[in-house]
């Protein structure tokens, strides 16, 4: 097992134990934390959007040319957002921090 804190934008930080391989969005939907990840991972809606810091983005593949495509129009995106159904969980993450955004919009309706 991983630990990953999960950040909220009313301060509060979760941490999870999570195994290893897998996804960041079944993890945080699993420990009941506000993410709706609408698509179920088809990457066609974008409520799974978390940032990351500069140093945990780095510790991830880089995302795919679709997932870029779809943070290109997902609203709040940073630097170092990323779709949370593409992120895939290893033991090289433990310690990761992952941020929700204020505010996610489907991009499905
Ligand atoms: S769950 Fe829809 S894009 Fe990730």
Redesign the pocket.
């Known amino acids: 097992m991983v630990q990953i804190t999960i950040l909220t934008q009313d301060g509060k930080a979760t941490a999870i134990d999570a195994a290893p391989g897998t996804r960041l969005?079944d993890i945080v939907q699993a420990a009941g934390l506000p993410m709706?990840?609408?698509?179920?991972?088809?990457?066609?809606?974008?409520?799974?959007h978390v940032v990351l810091g500069e140093a945990d983005f780095d510790r991830f593949p880089a995302p795919s040319e679709e997932e870029d495509d779809?943070l290109d129009i997902t609203c709040g995106v940073s630097e170092t957002s990323r779709?949370?159904?593409?992120l895939v969980i290893t033991d090289a993450h433990d310690g990761l921090k992952v941020m929700l955004p204020a505010e996610v919009r489907s991009l499905?309706f």
């Open positions: 969005l709706e990840g609408t698509c179920g991972g088809a990457m066609a809606c974008s409520t799974c779809l779709l949370a159904c593409q499905l």
